[in-house]
């Protein structure tokens, strides 16, 4: 399984388009190479070097496995997909706002053999539980981001 994005390739910068410091909005994914089996897929963005433990900016679940792409700036999740709380407490997409330093962005994409029926305060931690023993496979995509203007 493959991700990336014409944004920015794998271990570059996330254009600040894409960040709190542009128009935060999501950037283009895409993927190919879905295992067999796969009844569902789910992307996290989180950030490891967050200060305070990892900060989640994006959660989506139930991606259905024929979709392969999100395009720039999606608002209105397609039918069927459902988004996770972030880490502001938000459904959507966050961008990159890191108070120090250059951070690490893991875009991970997950197929799985089964859809979820969460709540809908559901949150990365609820999502990862459910999906215990359901991953077929994933497949990671890192980006970059230092404020260009620091607090």
């Not at 992307?43 to 991606?63: K, M, Q, R, S, V």
């Not at 359901?134 to 990671?140: N, R």
Request: net charge negative; proline share 10%; with cysteine.
């Amino acid at each position: 399984m493959k991700l990336n994005s014409t944004a920015f390739s794998n271990f570059e910068t996330i254009p600040s388009k894409y960040t709190a410091e542009g128009e935060d909005i999501s950037p283009p994914i895409m993927w190919q190479s879905i295992p067999e089996g796969t009844r569902s897929l789910a992307l996290i963005c989180e950030d490891p070097d967050a200060p305070h433990g990892t900060w989640d900016h994006w959660i989506l679940y139930n991606i259905p496995p024929d979709m392969s792409v999100f395009a720039e700036g999606m608002k209105a999740l397609p039918r069927g997909i459902h988004s996770c709380l972030n880490s502001w407490g938000n459904l959507g997409y966050g961008g990159p706002n890191p108070p120090s330093g250059n951070h690490r962005y893991f875009f991970i994409l997950y197929a799985l053999d089964t859809v979820f029926q969460l709540p809908p305060d559901a949150n990365k931690t609820s999502l990862l539980k459910a999906m215990n023993g359901h991953i077929l496979e994933e497949a990671t995509l890192v980006g970059r981001y230092q404020l260009k203007n620091p607090r």
